[in-house]
C-alpha cells in the first residue's frame, strides 16, 4: 500500500510561514487529484485545499489568500504553502493523493502557531 511522505510540518509563530510537502512514489502522479486537510483532537477532519490533475485549486474559506496548495508532476510532490499562519491553524495536517477508486492518505505532519 503506497503512502505518501509528508515533510514541513514544525513550530512557528503567528505571522510566521510554513510549507509542506507531500511526496509520492509507486504511482502514476499525474493521474491523481491532491488534497490537504487539517484536524485538531476531538474534531472532525477537515479540507484545507484541493488540486486537480490539471491544476485547478480550490481552498477553505478559513485559508483562502493565505495558503497556496501546488504540485510538480516531476517531483511527484504535492506542496502546501502556508503564509500569515494563525493559532488557529495548529493541527495534523494530511495529504491525500486520488483518483477513482483509490484514495492514499500520508501519515500527518504537526503544525503548530504559537501566539
Known amino acids: 500500500q503506497m503512502q505518501p511522505v509528508e515533510s514541513g510540518g514544525g513550530l512557528v509563530q503567528a505571522g510566521g510561514a510554513l510549507r509542506l510537502s507531500c511526496a509520492a512514489s509507486?504511482?502514476?502522479?499525474?493521474?491523481?487529484?491532491g488534497a490537504w486537510y487539517r484536524q485538531v483532537p476531538g474534531k472532525q477532519r477537515e479540507l484545507v485545499a484541493t488540486?486537480?490533475?490539471?491544476?485547478?485549486?480550490n481552498y477553505a474559506d478559513s485559508v483562502k489568500g493565505r495558503f497556496t496548495i501546488s504540485r510538480d508532476n516531476a517531483q511527484n510532490t504535492v506542496f502546501l504553502q502556508m503564509n500569515s499562519l494563525k493559532p488557529e491553524d495548529t493541527a495534523v495536517y494530511y495529504c491525500?493523493?486520488?483518483?477513482?477508486?483509490?484514495?492514499?492518505w500520508g501519515q500527518g505532519t504537526q503544525v503548530t502557531v504559537s501566539s
Open positions: 491525500s493523493l486520488s483518483r477513482s477508486g483509490a484514495t492514499y
Open positions: 509507486g504511482i502514476v502522479f499525474n493521474f491523481y487529484g
Open positions: 488540486i486537480t490533475r490539471g491544476g485547478t485549486t
